[in-house]
């Protein structure tokens, strides 16, 4: 498994989008996979999704162990934890602030997101 102090995983934190992410089905206990975009504001990384319920969601609130496959700048895996991020001042805050949403996320829409879309913090050990 790789360590975030590893070069390339770094980098990939640092520049990559897209990455798969394995989860722990809420129901089943089998581990899912999914492609999905992942978000670095501030060395802090997060996954959205667009207004409206998700699996994978739904399977981190049960089980909150979560891995990232990186498959852009570097192959590896990277075990962490998700933090669900309720608030509603955090949510918008992160919106409005993740650069990769700015052309889905304004001040007009922010607040559809904020109500709609789920939000987590994954947190890597070091």
């Known amino acids: 498994m ?3 102090s590893d070069s390339g995983v770094a980098e990939a934190l640092a520049n990559d989008l897209v990455i798969d ?8 206990g089998e581990a899912k996979r999914l492609e999905i975009w992942f978000h670095n504001v501030d060395d ?5 999704g667009r207004p409206g319920p998700r699996s994978w969601y739904a399977n981190v609130l049960a089980n909150p162990a979560i891995t990232f496959h990186f498959k852009e700048s ?3 895996d990277l075990d962490g934890t998700a933090r669900a991020v309720t608030d509603a001042a955090e ?3 992160f919106f409005l ?3 990769k949403l700015s052309e889905y996320i304004n001040e007009d829409n922010v ?3 904020v109500d709609g879309s789920p ?8």
């Open 2 to 4: 790789a360590s975030t």
């Open 21 to 28: 992410i394995t989860t722990i089905g809420r129901s089943s």
């Open 91 to 93: 949510k918008r805050a």
């Open 111 to 113: 607040q559809e997101w």
């Open 97 to 99: 602030t993740a650069g």
């Open 119 to 126: 939000l987590i913090e994954v947190v890597f050990a070091q």
């Open 44 to 48: 802090r990384y997060y996954i959205t």
């Open 74 to 76: 570097i192959e590896a």
